[in-house]
């Protein structure tokens, strides 16, 4: 029997990825089924779990997939000389006034909390990483002041995170009074005003 390399376990894996990608796109990223996702797929009901044993897993690995992404973004342009404080507020504002459907995914994976006990220890585990890769880059923003110092950095995240998952579900369920770009936007406005340290660093070549 020819043994199976680490690289044909990766592009199953990252077929099966694919697949949920597309069929959530497809349904406004608000849920998919199984069957939806193994015909999408290609692959059948045996080979979808000896990859994620729920799918709340897959959802859990999309969610970090997307995250991960975001991180990189925003440590590339650190690297590049940008105060990280001023590329974090911008990935805020770019969440808040951009088209939600991301948000939407992620509120519709969380909105299963109440589901069966596999659900809710995968979001609390998302929830959980959520906090521990995004803190250290807002250690940074207070280190160079752009932040509040006073701040406690675990809780800033958690709470931003909680405030995009409302705006999440609210879309998903197409219930704005206003609007998400509204709403998000006054969320900019409010935030601002206790995030930011009293006098942020300027940008070095910037016009006094």
Known sequence: MPKVTAEHKEGVRRRIMDAALICLERNGYRNLTTRELLAEAGLSVGTFYNYFPTKEHLYEALAEEALASDIDRIRHAAAEGVPIGQVLLGFLRDLATSAPTGTIAMATFRSRVNAEPEARQAIARLNRWVVDEFSPLVEQ????GTLAAELDPRAVVELLDIIWDGL??????DTFETS??????AMMRLLLCGLLAEEPPRPAGLPD
Not at 168 to 173: E, S
Not at 180 to 185: C, I, N, P, S, T
């Open 168 to 173: 999440g579900r609210r879309a998903a369920t």
């Open 180 to 185: 998400y770009r509204e709403v998000g936007e």
């Open 141 to 144: 923003a207070q280190a160079e």
